[in-house]
């Protein structure tokens, strides 16, 4: 079965240093793996997908398939980066299995 | 991007009745869409698949008889929680992939209580 982990529930760092959510992922097939993003008072939204190797508002993530992780880094947190972050996989057609969260609180 | 709304926003119902959340895609058509349901500090979890003419399929552990869903057109999909009882007080929402599945476009969700 497919399963995500999240093992933080709350991360705070200070503005400017270097910020890790971690994600760990447990799936038998060929993962696919995305985080969200939810700011205060929005609605969830893509962050960035690992297929697209992409860096999105300066985080990056990338697929260790050894380690079965997809962590999210950023080396320079800014405030407004504070907000909920949900690592996810995706199974099936197109559903999406989320982890529990990580809410991260980027301190002045 | 594209834009998935909820109505309502909140709602408040006595136990025993039925209440009816509604999720529209505004600006292009899903033939899929997903519900998710999320409890305080928990992860969203999904529900079921709302498919555009034909029955949703849903996930394991979810009644399908209490959480009924219609997905009346290309850009509507509305799921009635009915006889609702204080467990399924919870947010509700709702999302829409686009074309080719590439990325799912989320609602602002619906927060339901239930008294």
């Known amino acids: 079965a497919q399963r995500v982990t999240q093992p933080e529930k709350l991360l705070s760092v200070f503005k400017g240093a270097p910020v890790e959510l971690k994600c760990n992922y447990s799936?038998?097939?060929?993962?696919?793996l995305f985080w969200y993003v939810q700011y205060s008072r929005q609605r969830l939204q893509l962050l960035l997908r690992?297929?697209s190797r992409e860096s999105i508002k300066g985080f990056t993530a990338d697929l260790n398939k050894g380690e079965t992780s997809f962590h999210l880094k950023k080396p320079f947190a800014q405030e407004e980066d504070s907000a909920m972050y949900y690592c996810?996989?995706?199974?099936?057609?197109?559903?999406?299995?989320f982890g529990t969260g990580t809410r991260l609180t980027v301190i002045p | 991007g594209a834009v998935v709304s909820q109505h309502p926003s909140w709602v408040i119902c006595k136990s025993g009745t039925s209440v009816k959340i509604e999720c529209r895609s505004l600006?292009?058509?899903?033939?899929?869409m997903f519900w998710y349901r999320q409890f305080p500090k928990q992860s969203l979890m999904l529900m079921a698949t709302?498919?555009?003419?034909?029955?949703?399929?849903?996930e394991q552990g979810v009644e399908k008889d209490k959480f009924l869903i219609n997905h009346a057109s290309l850009t509507l999909s509305t799921l009635t929680v009915t006889s609702a009882h204080p467990e399924d007080s919870s947010f509700y929402i709702c999302?829409?992939?686009?074309?080719?599945?590439?990325?799912?476009?989320f609602g602002p969700g619906t927060r339901l209580t239930v008294l």
């Open positions: 690992h297929i």
């Open positions: 600006d292009f058509q899903a033939t899929t």
């Open positions: 709302s498919n555009e003419g034909s029955k949703a399929t849903y």
């Open positions: 799936y038998s097939g060929s993962p696919e």
């Open positions: 999302s829409a992939p686009t074309d080719g599945m590439n990325e799912q476009f």
């Open positions: 996810a996989l995706r199974h099936g057609a197109n559903n999406l299995f």
